[in-house]
Structures are given as structure tokens and as C-alpha cells.
């Protein structure tokens, strides 16, 4: 799956994000399609992109995000970003401007098939509906205005009353996730579906 065709030549600018290690790279071409995203912590996973792949190549790179028009780059060493951009910046360019394969695969069926899973499985149909509710809030209100930090919150389950989310890009590791996901997050889901008595995040201590 390459990009869709863009203007020529490629311009890309580095966004800082609240995540001091992550910075979010916005390009004028289009990677995913709108509301898709695909969060990579290391290169094992990036084996359905070959874009994500190459990123991992330089030694800084711990972790890859990737969304409809940016990609969210975090990095695991001392270096500082100004030393670092650069150099993203121009492979990021020669990249897409030749065309390069982003995905091997679209992941937006996949994507979509794991939430329906996730909403579903083996739940009532009370839970279902809650679980439905919760999805359509986190894509509506909560997705936009992540994806401007360069990171996303996804939906994980619903069991009774507790929501459980992923953090993924930028989110990941952000000191202001926490914070985010409790007087943000949790306060909007509990207004807005009674059920909700608490939001946690997988693998983050709060």
C-alpha cells in the first residue's frame, strides 16, 4: 500500500508534542485514511509497514505512530531533537516523494474488526451498547484532539463500569497522559455514559 499520490514537491514541518521524547512530523500527502491510526513499540510489530521498518533503523527510534497525515516519532537516546529532525525530516521527504510503501496491508479493516470485537465478545447486550457508546465518544470528542498531540486513545474493553484504553504515539509514555486520561477522559465518559465509573490505561499506573 503506497501513499496517495501528493503534491510534489513533499513538504513536511516537526510539531513538538507534549511528550518530550516524541515529536509528531506533519506531512501534505496522505499515509492513512481519515480516523486510522497504527501505533508501533518497537520493530516487531512493524512488520505490516515498511515505512515503520526503515524508521526503526536509526538507532534513536523507539517507537513509531502513524496517522492520516503525520507520523509521531519517539525517541530511546540522550540526543536532543535538534540534532534529530533533520535527518527525519529529509528521509521522511525522499521517502514519500519516491513513493515508498507505507503498509503491506490496510489496516483499516483490521483496525475496524478489532474494535467490533472489542465492543462485542462475549458481553450482554447492556455492555454492548455501553461499549458502542464509549467507542463513538473517543472517536467523536476524544480522537481530534489527541491526534493534535500526535497520539491516540483507543478503545480496550468495558467491564463493569471500568473502561480500559490504550495509549498510543506520543501518549505513550507522556508524562500529561495521566492527568489527560483522568480530568479529561474519565470526567467526559462519566458525564456522558453513566455506566463509567472509572477509565484506566493498559500497562500505566495512575
Keep these: 500500500m503506497n501513499t496517495t499520490p501528493a503534491a510534489s514537491p513533499v513538504s513536511i514541518y516537526a510539531e513538538a ?6 515529536m509528531k512530523f506533519v506531512l501534505n500527502a496522505t499515509l492513512l485514511s481519515d480516523g486510522v ?3 508501533y513499540p518497537n520493530v516487531e510489530a512493524a512488520a505490516n509497514s515498511p515505512l515503520a521498518q526503515e524508521l526503526f533503523n536509526f538507532d534513536y527510534v523507539g517507537r513509531v505512530f502513524i496517522a492520516a497525515n503525520f507520523v509521531t ?14 535527518e527525519l525530516r529529509t528521509f521522511l521527504k525522499s521517502y514519500v516523494e519516491a513513493n515508498g510503501p507505507i503498509f ?5 479493516e483490521e483496525q475496524r474488526a478489532a474494535q467490533q470485537a472489542a465492543a462485542t465478545g462475549d458481553h450482554s447486550e ?12 473517543l472517536d467523536n470528542y476524544v480522537r481530534p484532539a489527541v491526534e493534535q498531540d500526535g497520539g491516540n486513545i483507543t478503545f480496550k474493553s468495558y467491564n463493569q463500569g ?14 500529561s497522559a495521566t492527568v489527560t486520561l483522568k480530568s479529561g477522559i474519565e470526567n467526559l465518559l462519566k458525564r456522558m455514559v453513566p455506566e463509567v465509573t472509572e ?6 499506573t495512575v
Design 199 to 204: 477509565v484506566v490505561a493498559e500497562g500505566v
Design 126 to 137: 447492556q455492555d454492548q451498547q455501553t461499549s458502542q457508546k464509549i467507542i463513538d465518544l
Design 17 to 22: 508534542s507534549p511528550n518530550p521524547e516524541s
Design 37 to 39: 491510526s497504527v501505533d
Design 73 to 86: 516519532i519517539t525517541k530511546t537516546t540522550e540526543h536532543q531533537w535538534t540534532q534529530l529532525i533533520p
Design 104 to 108: 503491506t496491508v490496510d489496516p483499516a
Design 162 to 175: 471500568v473502561v480500559t484504553v490504550n495509549l498510543q504515539g506520543s501518549c505513550s509514555g507522556c508524562p
